[in-house]
């Protein structure tokens, strides 16, 4: 059974939309969470990390993790057609070395 | 412009046969990972390397061999291909266990 679960799996916003993508993770040992995005034909990369209860911001992205239901959200506010892309939602327990990855929100961004 | 570099880009093999995938990596981190992924799935971690020591998923333990002659150099070895090897092999690399992982662009393996 797969730990960590994203959805949708699929997003369509129009530009300049905000798009809202979920993750939840099934293990209650886990204490860390992060986003990579992964354009097409490109290697994932580090999107944001977030390790304690609330919200962090970093220009149009912000990312809210609720640390009692195993939960974490990203937000992409005035979406831009170069925002589309496979956003990876992945999660780690203190101590190991392990990043375990959901399966992944394609998003589209419409011109 | 990744610094995690994988070769080849693109693999094709024969049932049976055996595959070597390269990875190398020039930032100097300790931990470097092999993860298996297939249309539409998660990125299945298959095995680690921290250092010198080798971590083999168990699901994965007698499928996949690596070895790391050095810091900067991490292969992916399979005995033999089957069908289901067929996938996309992303490489990755951190400074240190579950900080940021930093992946290069992935071999593609079509196994025939």
């Known amino acids: 059974q797969q730990k960590v679960q994203q959805s949708p799996e699929s997003l369509i916003v129009p530009e300049g939309g905000m798009a809202s993508l979920n993750c939840t993770s099934s293990d209650r040992n886990v204490d860390y969470f992060w986003w990579y995005r992964q354009h097409s034909g490109k290697s994932p990369k580090m999107l944001m990390s977030i390790f304690s209860n609330g919200e962090k911001e970093e220009g149009r992205f912000t990312v809210h993790l609720n640390k009692a239901s195993l939960h974490t959200s990203l937000h992409i506010r005035d979406s831009q057609p170069s925002d589309s892309a496979l956003y990876l939602c992945a999660a780690s327990t203190s101590g190991s070395w392990q990043l375990i990855f959901g399966s992944g929100t394609q998003l589209t961004v419409m011109p | 412009d990744t610094t995690v570099k994988q070769n080849p880009r693109y693999k094709l093999a024969r049932v049976g046969k055996p595959v070597n995938l390269i990875c190398s990596q020039t930032?100097?981190?300790?931990?470097m990972y092999w993860y298996q992924k297939k249309p539409n799935q998660a990125p299945k971690l298959l095995l680690f390397y921290y250092d010198k020591i080798l971590n083999r998923e168990a699901d994965t333990f007698e499928k996949f061999q690596s070895s790391r002659p050095n810091n900067s150099f991490c292969s992916l070895y399979i005995g033999s291909a089957g069908l289901e090897y067929s996938a996309m092999y992303l490489c990755a690399s951190s400074r240190r266990g579950a900080e940021t992982l930093y992946f290069g662009s992935g071999t593609r393996l079509t196994v025939l």
């Open positions: 930032m100097n981190h300790d931990t």
